[in-house]
């Protein structure tokens, strides 16, 4: 199984820029969708940001969205997130995740993160 | 978009009984999107179940889920030590979690 583990957290001043890194194990890195999500303290889970096996197509939330950028580099078995103008509101744990995508029956598609990091903290405060 | 609610905030319970976690989605999620995560203190978030009962590789027979439409939930038939944690539901189309369920020693 596939394991998967962040990098680059740490604080930040409010404004400034950090880019986290997702180092995976397996060769077969390139094949998977993969995702972001970030945990702030004491609370829930959040999606951050999606792309798919090629890095041609991403998503992100509503809440990153113009600030953060995901990306991969396959060839490293990588995965990256640059946060800029960075906020308070975004600190939290950023852990990466593996999509599966399990067919249930014919034609029926299951999709969930089954592979998670242990996750990296990054603390935006002056 | 699609909100997930998770009742009851907490439960508490002793070793060995029975817990029932539910989760209400604000519009009809398609069973086969909608998944189950615990998560220990200091932990990653583990997949439990997916496609609303299906359970992930290694997980044991006491976690079960159902649930269609807007309601779903997950049943652990007899709590072991280790099951005290956080759960979260969660849906794949689009990605977003419930605020959890956090299941407490009585």
């Known amino acids: 199984e596939v394991q998967l583990l962040e990098s680059g957290g740490g604080l930040i001043q409010p404004g400034g820029s950090l880019r986290l890194s997702c180092a995976a194990s397996a060769s077969t890195f390139g094949t998977y969708v993969m995702i972001w999500v970030r945990q702030a303290p004491g609370k829930g889970l959040e999606w951050v940001s999606t792309i798919d096996n090629t890095g041609g197509t991403t998503y992100y939330a509503d809440s990153v969205k113009g600030r953060f950028t995901i990306s991969r580099d396959n060839s490293k078995n990588t995965l990256y997130l640059q946060m800029n103008s960075l906020r308070a509101e975004d600190t939290a744990i950023y852990y990466c995740?593996?999509?599966?995508?399990?067919?249930?029956?014919?034609?029926?598609?299951?999709?969930?993160?089954?592979?998670w990091g242990k996750g990296t903290t990054v603390t935006v405060s002056s | 978009e699609i909100v997930l609610t998770q009742s009851p905030g907490t439960l508490s319970l002793s070793p060995g009984e029975r817990a029932t976690l539910s989760c209400r989605a604000s519009?009809?999620?398609?069973?086969?999107?909608l998944a189950w995560y615990q998560q220990k203190p200091g932990q990653a978030p583990r997949l439990l179940i997916y496609g609303a009962s299906s359970r992930a590789t290694g997980i044991p027979d006491r976690f079960s889920g159902s649930g269609s439409g807007t309601d779903f939930t997950l049943t652990i038939s007899r709590l072991e030590p280790e099951d005290f944690a956080v759960y979260y539901c969660?849906?794949?189309?689009?990605?977003?979690f419930g605020q959890g369920t956090k299941v407490e020693i009585k």
């Open positions: 519009q009809s999620v398609s069973s086969n999107y």
């Open positions: 969660g849906g794949s189309v689009p990605w977003t």
């Open positions: 995740a593996k999509r599966a995508k399990v067919e249930l029956r014919p034609g029926l598609y299951s999709y969930n993160m089954d592979v």
